[in-house]
């Protein structure tokens, strides 16, 4: 009744939300990046404060206490109040992945946030203040508003805050004992970093801190309240260094800072320096620059791997990855003519999409641009290096959709086609009717989750129309279910108390900030703790279902806690107890045979207890959190070296060594058959992209021999085993033999800008204004499917490697099929997930029943097989073998009326499998791999029992086989012609 009371007050309240300003960055408040880091100066939101008072009107107030550590009153508190709505940095989310700001893991997100402290905006900015009095107590009248930020403060006590705080409910404040977060600052080699400057914010409370390095690089935060803590480090020079997650404990917190990498690019035309624009795209990172005869400059980059093109007028470079391994690296792009590509984007009735994004990117996925683009505008991506390329198209309400794009000399233009997807829209609500940000959103039965918005909107995209359910749940907010029918929208996910655990975790005696919950349920699947602890060590978890949970503690700094299992009634809140177990540092270096510092390697402790580390430049590691009482495997990855032998370590022990021998350089150069160099490569792990074909690589070695293998898109692959010498030579790739055809419509007329691709192919391509398309053969099979796609029309054809003829593929309308999906007792299968395969083209399929078992969707003509067991496992389960086909098609799943069982009695053995097809064969193959096409069957693969139960036959005649499924084997396939239905049991027993 309270909720509904405030609700009503709080109606006839006008509530005023100032919506956040995104300004566009002006060019012109760009600085040098010499002295790092430019993008600290980007335009930040401007974080207007929201009104909280109703002035002299009357309004709503929001009572509550201050209390220390024991629960004890605490007088003369500064409490302080804000609007839930007034944005602070914990609210700001990633541009690029969508993550919140402060756990995004991108290098770059690290630059974003540093400016929030050097511009000192986003953080909590108090719009009311109070006192408490002699019993702890405040009060805040004339509010207007639903939500509240409320935190307080006192002298020897740390900061403490409630989030979403209702007026009418009384709120608690228990302040922390002051606490201090202690670290040191040393640059890549170890050294220490005095000067740099530290920022922290509490990610509970969006309160800033402050301090700075002494001469050991040693900094303490004191004064602190509620954590954990995002702690950032900057010193002139550097790149910020972040520890994302900081519990104010004992732990020293060590922030490592790299110098910033440079990249200098240089751009040549026939060998000669030429004037183009350089583009730098990478995780987060997108930059462009001159190159005037002298080579353009990047400075204040992370060591990562970056995409760098060049383009001037109607000349374009091959697309060029490099990895920032050195302080200062130097490439040169060769400008060749290029081609252009215009995109436009529409729907399946060809018209605009609205708002959709477009992504260019090279065939082994690195992105060269990404591009926002207004409903109709024409999206110009060039000039482009003459090349093969995907293009992927994204927008809201749409499938996403890849398409091929080859770029030649001149212009292209493609139309990229999207198909609307099936959506359940809706808005998450609290139990106070207030919208519920950043709450995620569980859909079953496939398992897919999304993420509320910040006004809690949220948008699922689901396979097909069918019954589903949401699981909303917030560990502080509640949760809530609820069945819909899709496609729905503005369905109302309402929060709710419901069950309800308060895990208190401890660790050596302590209670832990930082610690996270996961508890899961074999029915409901998998909830998490949507905040860590804080200094008292309580993880809530409220809003789940009634049942019995499996819950296990965890922290960066200890190993997880014992699994245990809970039970909870709904309206009941258990409090339990979690203790995490201390973890042991192994620690070493990584030194090369002659005994100097190996940086940058990745050490890898196995069996797995830890995060991979790398080494720094002094070649040292620390990896935590593991087990102190066993002995781990450490190994090293380096693409310059290979460890001479086996290492093993104890956590807590003497440090270890690592020892790595530099790999060989060798050079050469990649062509093909034609004596025309291949500018893209992959030369073993190495991606390798030069527009000569020239290379130069640290190589394993076997002894005395190279071996290594060259693949490059179109060619056979060759596996070069040579005696070791520094260059390799000229390195020729044979052309793979290429399947040439047609594409078709009904009427016969060709097809243009159909995707043609195979089963095993790497590649895809498009077919020609004259339908005709050109296609890699692959290499090592004897046959295999080629398949065409545009838009709901599809063909497919099955073709022998060396097949010499022209293949014709007739583009057909998908098939409308339609059922009823029925469980082993005979009823309708309400919400069930099938989940299928095309066996002609490996493409998944999956369909959702609805309320009342029936399903209506499109398929590709073609082959397909749907696993029909319970735990939807290849092996020991039964799958539907059918063909699909036709403008309509009705498809019962089960025991449907009129269908019969069929029992069968056998002897399992590994690798066999059951078949039974529609019809009466007289001879199979060995192995019956054909029977995977049949008409219409079912198939178990190493049956578990001797005697299995076939559901959902329709009567007639069958062919039962009992085959090996891989390969041939002596005795051949067992064949018995059956009748269904049938009242006896079938014995396969020889």
């Known amino acids: 009744m309270r909720k509904w009371l405030f609700i009503g007050a709080s109606s006839v309240l006008a509530v005023v939300c100032v919506a956040l300003l995104w300004p566009s960055a002006d060019p012109s408040s760009s600085r040098d990046v010499t002295s790092l880091p430019a993008p600290a100066s980007r335009a930040l939101p401007e974080f207007q404060s929201v009104e909280v008072s109703s002035g002299e009107a009357e309004g709503l107030t929001l009572t509550g206490r201050v209390l220390d550590p024991s629960g004890r009153p605490v007088s003369d508190a500064e409490v302080f109040l804000a609007a839930s709505a007034q944005k602070t940095i914990t609210s700001v989310r990633c541009d690029e992945c969508g993550q919140a700001l402060l756990a995004c893991p991108a290098h770059e997100s690290s630059l974003h946030a540093l400016a929030f402290f050097e511009q000192q905006q986003g953080f909590l900015t ?36 409630r989030e979403r705080a209702a007026p009418g409910e009384a709120v608690e404040l228990y302040l922390p004992a002051l606490r201090t977060i202690h670290g040191q600052v040393v640059d890549d080699a170890g050294r220490p970093v005095p000067g740099a400057r530290i920022h922290a914010v509490s990610r509970r409370t969006a309160l800033p801190y402050e301090a700075k390095a002494a001469g050991e690089g040693l900094f303490t935060l004191d004064g602190l309240g509620e954590g954990p803590f ?16 900081v519990e104010a404990g004992p732990q020293t917190v060590r922030l490592r800072l790299s110098p910033a ?116 505008a024409l999206v110009e991506l060039g000039p482009l290096g003459v090349g093969d390329y995907t293009l992927v198209g994204h927008a809201e309400g749409f ?68 019954l589903y359910e949401l699981h909303a749940h917030h560990s502080e907010w509640g949760g809530g279910r609820l069945k819909v029918t899709a496609p729905a929208s503005n369905v109302r996910l309402e929060l709710e108390p419901a069950a309800a655990m308060e895990i208190t975790v401890s660790a050596e005696g302590r209670r832990v900030e930082g610690a996270d919950v996961v508890l899961w349920i074999e029915s409901q699947g998998i909830f998490r703790s949507d905040r860590p602890s804080g200094p008292d060590g309580v993880v809530p978890m409220r809003g789940l279902p009634t049942g019995s949970y499996w819950m296990v503690a965890s922290h960066p700094d200890y190993q997880p806690s014992d699994r245990q299992q809970v039970n909870v009634e709904d309206g009941q809140t258990l409090k339990l107890t979690a203790e995490l177990r201390p973890g042991a540092t192994l620690s070493g270096d990584v030194v090369d045979d002659q005994g100097a510092p190996v940086s940058g390697a990745t050490l890898v402790v196995m069996p797995r207890g830890a995060e991979p580390a790398a080494s720094d430049a002094r070649g040292h ?31 807590g022990g003497d440090p270890v060594k690592v020892v790595l021998k530099r790999r060989p350089l060798f050079r050469g150069r990649v062509l093909s058959d034609d004596g025309s160099p291949l500018k893209r490569f992959r030369l073993d792990e190495h991606d390798v992209s030069s527009p000569d074909g020239r290379f130069e690589l640290a190589l394993p070695t076997a002894g005395d021999r190279i071996i290594v293998s060259v693949e490059a898109a179109g060619h056979e692959p060759r596996m070069v085993d040579r005696p070791v010498t520094p260059d390799l030579g000229d390195l020729v790739l044979q052309r793979a033999p290429t399947l040439s055809g047609l594409v078709r419509d009904e009427g016969g007329a060709p097809t243009a800008d159909a995707v043609v691709t195979c089963d095993v192919c790497d590649e895809s391509v498009l077919s020609g204004p004259d339908g005709r398309f050109t296609l890699a053969s692959p290499p090592y099979v004897a046959q295999y499917t080629v398949s065409a796609r545009k838009s709901r029309l599809t063909a497919t054809r099955v073709v022998p490697r060396d097949s010499p003829g022209q293949v014709e593929l007739t583009l057909r309308p998908a098939t409308r099929v339609s059922g ?121 693969y190493q049956p578990r029992t001797e005697r299995i139960t076939l559901y959902g036959l329709p009567p007639g005649s069958y062919t039962l086989v009992w085959a090996n499924f891989h390969s041939e084997t002596p005795e051949g396939p067992i064949l018995r012609t059956i009748r269904v239905p049938s009242s006896a049991e079938v014995s396969l027993i020889r």
């Open 126 to 161: 108090p719009r009311a203040t109070v006192r408490t009095d002699a019993e702890g107590k405040f009060r805040f009248d004339r509010l207007a508003g639903v939500s509240f930020s409320v935190w307080a403060k006192a002298p020897g006590f740390g900061a403490a805050m």
């Open 399 to 466: 499938r996403d959709v890849e398409l091929p794009a080859r770029v030649k000399a001149g212009e292209t233009s493609l139309e990229l086609e999207m198909a609307r997807a099936t959506l359940i829209s809706g808005q998450v609500m609290d139990e106070y009717g207030r919208p519920a940000p950043g709450v995620s959103v569980l859909v079953q039965p496939t398992g897919d989750a999304v993420l509320a918005d910040a006004d809690g909107h949220f948008s699922a995209q689901v396979p097909t129309p069918g």
């Open 230 to 245: 995002y702690v950032l480090a900057s010193a002139a020079g550097f790149l910020p260094a972040v520890a994302p997650q």
């Open 621 to 651: 590691f620390e990896i935590r959190a593991l087990k102190p009482d066993r002995t781990y495997r450490l190994e090293a990855r380096h693409p310059g070296y290979d460890q001479e032998a086996p290492v093993d370590g104890r956590p």
């Open 261 to 376: 990498r440079t990249l200098e690019v240089r751009v040549t035309r026939d060998g000669a320096p030429a004037a183009a624009t350089v583009r730098l795209k990478a995780d987060h990172l997108a930059r462009q620059a001159r190159a005037e005869g002298a080579p353009a400059r990047f400075t204040g980059l992370f060591p990562d791997e970056v995409v760098v093109t060049a383009e001037a007028g109607s000349l374009g470079s091959v697309p060029r990855i490099v990895t920032l391994d050195e302080a200062v690296t130097q490439v040169t792009l060769e400008l060749e003519e290029a081609g252009r590509l215009f995109v436009t984007v529409v729907d399946e009735a060809g018209e605009p999409v609205p708002q959709p994004e477009v992504t260019l990117r090279t065939n082994k996925g690195e992105v060269i641009r990404h591009e926002k683009v207004q409903t109709g």
């Open 820 to 940: 009823t999906v029925f469980l082993p007792n005979g009823q309708a299968a309400a919400g069930f997930q099938l989940e299928g395969v095309n066996a002609d083209r490996g493409e998944p399929v999956t369909i959702v029943t609805g309320p009342d078992g029936r399903y209506s969707v499109e398929l590709s003509p073609g082959s397909y097989r749907f696993m029909l067991g319970s735990q939807r496992e290849f092996a020991g389960e039964p799958a539907l073998l059918v063909r699909i086909g036709g403008g309509e098609q009705r498809l019962d799943i089960g025991p449907a009326p009129g269908t019969a069982p069929l029992t069968v009695v056998l002897q399992p053995e590994r690798g066999k499998a059951l078949w039974v097809v529609a019809g009466e064969l007289s001879s199979v193959g060995t192995p019956p791999t054909e029977l995977l096409r049949s008409a219409y069957g079912q198939m178990i």
